[in-house]
């Protein structure tokens, strides 16, 4: 008689017995472990920096930035960049490290300069596939929906709202926060193809983030009124009390001198307390020209610039200062720096007018002297102590609505980096339509028939020998697209009222009637112009329309464009939407 099979010894599926189940499942789960250990210890930073090539590399670029220390002590290391969360995903990642191992044996990049040497290829793997990702490990951590842009700088605010609406994604804009830089190694087809908005991305704008917005917005506007006003009534009380030290000082002299002694009155007389005011700052420009603006290998704002149409003040108002101070130190876009010189003037500006005129005050404090090395003397312009200019213009003219006078200077340039020489100028065929006196002036893209942005093959930038046609000039010119430019010297207190087009005309307009003053360390510049003209190069203003607007001043006998800028700006009347709200006397 058999012996009856014991219970480990009965059959389940396929002739498996219990025993060998249970083996088995405990052989599957030692193996389950053993390979999730394994993965898990080569996940780490540890195990990335093992080997020399990584550690005396990629780390130590690592280590200075804020993804390895920052004030909330969270820490991204390697994988949590470089390895996929998702289990599937991660272990395809794993399997193509094999050719990594491979590389390594190979000692690929066992010497710095090795790595270098395939630094842009290593990178390009990385961002491309970031790109195939919508930048999934970006988003382990940052989440486009629970951004709160109350803490984001306004630049940051409007770049990710057109990554919402445009379907951009994080290494769009963000190569090289952990490791140098080599974005400008690429092509500009690679780079075109690279950051180009993709629609599959396009997502929703979460409601927490449009609320956000509306409260920041609300919250700086009002933050920025408050300040206005409070320097405001400083000033307001500086004067009262210059004016009762001036006025005891008189009296002290006896009746006839404080009579001889009184200072003229002014011809322009307005109601100030009727103007608007608004402070703007106006910051050192460097060399970033009009073709800098548009060439996205240096400007990381050109796509939303050029394809959006969006206008620099919408990035870059509440940044000026930070920028002036960047540009004026020679850390970016200025190869010739001058030492000690300020990189930014916070001015205010004061509007109003009446039936026939604009009105326009202008006020800043003065600056140190700064002598320019590279000029005799440490003066550029030794006759003129400050100069100011302010260009007006339709959106007629290509560039105006969002970049205001930008689009008037150019790489090309008297004193920028592609400025022709002279003797270049003298031998050109337009010689006798330019005049090269001064060298190459602005002028605007509607007088060219091309302009040369990227410098490929070694072109230099611009297009100052590019010129249109005569006809085609005037044609441009009857069709409203030119700028419209006054420009007050202190040094004889003379002023100009000319236009720009295919170069700078210093005259032919109405003319303005200025006033300036240097008191107490603050220059006042008050501006009347006529509101309407017939006159060559004149734009006549009405109510119901926008125009816009912006400011230079040379200060410290300054020339060219060693200037402060503003950015581009709307002007109107009685209009709340303008920056620069004209309200009436």
């Known amino acids: ?21 249970i083996l088995f499942f405990v052989v599957g789960i030692i193996f389950w472990g053993g390979f ?22 990629v ?29 599937v995903h991660k272990v395809v990642r794993k399997i193509q490290a094999s050719n990594e191992l491979l590389h390594k044996a190979l000692g690929t990049i066992d010497t710095p300069e090795k790595f ?23 988003r382990n951590c940052h989440n486009f929906e629970s951004m709160n842009p109350e803490f984001q700088k ?45 629609p599959d991305y396009i997502r929703p704008v979460p409601q927490m983030y449009i609320d956000g917005l509306a409260k920041v917005e609300a919250m700086e506007a009002e933050e920025a009124e408050v300040a206005l006003k409070a320097k ?28 001889g002694a009184a200072a003229p009155a002014s011809a322009i007389n307005v109601d100030w307390s009727k103007a608007s ?43 000026t200062a ?6 004026v130190s020679g850390e970016k876009a200025e190869s010739t720096p001058i030492p000690g010189k300020r990189g930014s003037i916070p001015v205010t500006v004061e509007t109003t007018y009446d039936a026939d005129s604009l009105y326009m005050r202008f006020s800043w404090e003065d600056g140190e002297h700064a002598p320019v090395p590279f000029v005799e003397g440490g003066k550029m312009d030794p006759q003129n102590p400050m100069k100011l200019a302010l260009m007006l213009s339709t959106d007629d003219v290509e560039f105006a609505d969002r970049a205001g006078c930008w689009g008037s200077c150019h790489h090309d340039a008297r004193s920028m980096p592609d400025t022709p020489a002279e003797d270049v100028l003298a031998g050109s065929e337009l010689k006798d339509r330019l005049a090269f006196d001064d060298g190459v002036t602005k002028y605007i893209k509607e007088s060219r028939t091309k302009l040369e942005v990227k410098g490929r093959r070694g072109k230099k930038r611009g297009g100052w020998d590019k010129l249109r046609s005569e006809e085609e000039l005037v044609a441009a010119y009857d069709e409203g697209r030119y700028m419209d430019l006054v420009r007050y010297s202190s040094g004889d207190q003379s002023s100009e009222d000319g236009m720009l087009l295919e170069q700078r005309h210093m005259n032919g307009g109405q003319g303005s009637e200025f006033e300036a003053t240097l008191s107490a360390g603050t220059w006042t510049v008050v501006m009347k112009r006529g509101l309407t003209s017939d006159q060559k190069g004149d734009i006549s203003l009405e109510k119901g329309n926008l125009y816009n607007i912006g400011f230079a001043i040379h200060d410290d006998y300054s020339d060219a464009r060693f200037h402060h800028v503003s950015l581009g700006y709307k002007l109107g009347f009685d209009n709340a939407e303008a920056e620069f709200n004209a309200t009436a006397q």
Not at 2 to 17: A, C, N, Q
Not at 120 to 138: H, I, P, Y
Not at 300 to 318: A, I, Y
Not at 322 to 327: E, N, Q, S
């Open 322 to 327: 930070d920028m002036g101070a960047k540009i």
């Open 232 to 259: 405001i009534d400083a000033k307001a009380v500086e004067e009262k009390k210059i004016a009762a030290a001036v006025a005891a000082a008189l009296a002290s002299q006896g009746g006839d001198a404080a009579a």
């Open 59 to 87: 780390y130590q670029e690592y280590t200075p930035t804020i993804h390895y220390s920052n004030r909330t002590g969270v820490r991204a290391g390697c994988p949590d960049c470089h390895v996929p969360r998702p289990w």
């Open 1 to 21: 008689m058999d012996k009856k099979s014991g219970f480990m010894s009965r059959k389940l599926w396929l002739g498996t017995t219990i025993a060998g189940a």
């Open 154 to 198: 306004p630049r940051a605010r409007k770049q990710h709202l057109s990554g919402f609406e445009n379907g951009q994604t994080c290494i769009d804009c963000h190569k090289g926060i952990a490791h140098n830089s080599v974005r400008h190694m690429l092509s500009d087809d690679e780079l075109e193809k690279l950051e180009a908005p993709n």
């Open 36 to 57: 999730n250990t394994a993965m898990e210890a080569t996940n780490t930073t540890e195990f990335c920096i093992g080997c020399h090539e990584m550690e005396d590399n």
């Open 277 to 319: 005011t608004r402070e703007v700052t106006l910051f050192y420009p460097g060399e970033a020209s009009i073709e800098w603006v548009m060439n996205g290998r240096e400007h990381g704002g050109s796509r939303p610039f050029m394809k959006g149409g969006e206008r620099c003040v919408t990035c870059h108002e509440k940044e």
């Open 116 to 138: 270098e040497e395939h630094r842009l290829r290593m990178a390009k793997n990385v961002w491309n596939q970031m790109k195939k990702t919508d930048s999934r490990e970006c």
